[in-house]
């Protein structure tokens, strides 16, 4: 990247400035001449500078000669190399419409020999059809005998091509009937057959569903046996709860009663419900607890006692 000559003159003038003169101690010279020493340096350095900018102007312009003959000659190869691009795009042009031009003619003398053969190929056809023609000509010629004999037996008919035609008409009405009647076989073979197959259905449906009918039976046999089997558990559950409620009962009265005779016995009103078993009996139980508590108090004190009524 070059450097613009300011910058160039400005690091050129700053490494001149930081040279010291070899040899000499700036502390120990006098001001005057410390200043005239870089006037003289400053002197050096502009004519360094001066002459260092004449060389660079210098080869500046001889750079800039040169470059302004490479620029030049590139014009002139780009010139060349226009014509030349030209020159062949023309040759290709001229190239590919002669390509073009006999590719077309190949083309064309391919279509007419192609139509040439299928020329010689019709009139050959056309050939063997005559041929043909007048085979079948000489053959029928004794059949036109016969229909013109006939012709005069049936007076109905005034041509041949009448009676040709009454003819086919009767043979297309014959094949029509023919196919009619294979059509009906056809339709008659596969009523049969699908009748044969809803028979075959019938007996598989007969068959599935006496088989289905015999497995319901089991399933109803063994669902009575098992109803007969859960009524008899029914029964006995119901007795067992019978006995279980009576026993209940019982037990609920006899708590009741020992409740009853507890109040009776503190000469306190039943402060429970009728139906508080529970708590019934759990005033029971401490009552016994009570009085188990005092006998065993009253029997430790006769313990110790003699038998004449003094302590041991």
């Given at each position: 990247?070059?450097?613009?000559?300011?910058?160039?003159?400005?690091?050129?003038?700053?490494?001149?400035?930081?040279?010291?003169?070899?040899?000499?101690?700036?502390?120990?010279?006098?001001?005057?001449?410390?200043?005239?020493?870089?006037?003289?340096?400053?002197?050096?350095?502009?004519?360094?500078?001066?002459?260092?900018?004449?060389?660079?102007?210098?080869?500046?312009?001889?750079l800039k000669q040169r470059w302004e003959q490479v620029k030049q000659k590139e014009r002139e190869l780009k010139g060349s190399f226009v014509h030349f691009d030209k020159f062949l795009?023309?040759?290709?042009?001229?190239?590919?419409?002669?390509?073009?031009?006999?590719?077309?003619?190949?083309?064309?003398?391919?279509?007419?020999?192609?139509?040439?053969?299928?020329?010689?190929?019709?009139?050959?056809?056309?050939?063997?059809?005559?041929?043909?023609?007048?085979?079948?000509?000489?053959?029928?010629?004794?059949?036109?005998?016969?229909?013109?004999?006939?012709?005069?037996?049936?007076?109905?008919?005034?041509?041949?091509?009448?009676?040709?035609?009454?003819?086919?008409?009767?043979?297309?009405?014959?094949?029509?009937?023919?196919?009619?009647?294979?059509?009906?076989?056809?339709?008659?073979?596969?009523?049969?057959?699908?009748?044969?197959?809803?028979?075959?259905?019938?007996?598989?449906?007969?068959?599935?569903?006496?088989?289905?009918?015999?497995?319901?039976?089991?399933?109803?046999?063994?669902?009575?046996?098992?109803?007969?089997?859960?009524?008899?558990?029914?029964?006995?559950?119901?007795?067992?709860?019978?006995?279980?409620?009576?026993?209940?009962?019982?037990?609920?009265?006899?708590?009741?009663?020992?409740?009853?005779?507890?109040?009776?016995?503190?000469?306190?009103?039943?402060?429970?419900?009728?139906?508080?078993?529970?708590?019934?009996?759990?005033?029971?139980?401490?009552?016994?607890?009570?009085?188990?508590?005092?006998?065993?108090?009253?029997?430790?004190?006769?313990?110790?006692?003699?038998?004449?009524?003094?302590?041991?």
């Amino acid at each position: 990247m070059a450097v613009p000559w300011e910058e160039y003159f400005r690091l050129a003038l700053q490494e001149k400035i930081s040279l010291k003169i070899p040899g000499q101690n700036v502390e120990h010279l006098p001001p005057v001449l410390h200043l005239l020493e870089k006037r003289r340096e400053l002197v050096d350095v502009d004519r360094s500078l001066q002459a260092q900018k004449e060389v660079f102007q210098t080869t500046m312009a001889v750079l800039k000669q040169r470059w302004e003959q490479v620029k030049q000659k590139e014009r002139e190869l780009k010139g060349s190399f226009v014509h030349f691009d030209k020159f062949l795009q023309d040759t290709e042009a001229r190239r590919s419409r002669a390509l073009q031009r006999a590719a077309e003619e190949r083309r064309r003398a391919s279509r007419q020999e192609a139509e040439a053969l299928r020329l010689r190929a019709q009139l050959e056809k056309l050939r063997r059809e005559r041929a043909e023609l007048q085979h079948r000509v000489q053959r029928l010629e004794p059949c036109a005998r016969l229909l013109g004999q006939v012709l005069e037996l049936l007076p109905e008919f005034q041509r041949v091509p009448e009676l040709v035609a009454r003819f086919e008409g009767l043979a297309d009405m014959q094949v029509a009937l023919r196919l009619t009647e294979r059509q009906r076989l056809e339709e008659l073979e596969e009523a049969r057959g699908r009748l044969q197959q809803l028979r075959d259905a019938w007996q598989d449906e007969v068959l599935r569903q006496s088989q289905q009918r015999v497995q319901l039976l089991e399933r109803l046999e063994a669902a009575r046996e098992r109803t007969l089997c859960w009524e008899s558990k029914w029964i006995q559950i119901q007795n067992t709860a019978a006995a279980k409620t009576l026993l209940l009962g019982r037990t609920r009265m006899a708590a009741l009663n020992l409740f009853q005779l507890v109040c009776q016995h503190k000469r306190q009103p039943p402060a429970l419900d009728i139906e508080d078993t529970e708590g019934q009996l759990e005033q029971v139980k401490l009552f016994i607890l009570d009085r188990s508590s005092m006998l065993t108090s009253f029997r430790r004190s006769q313990s110790t006692l003699d038998p004449a009524g003094k302590l041991r």
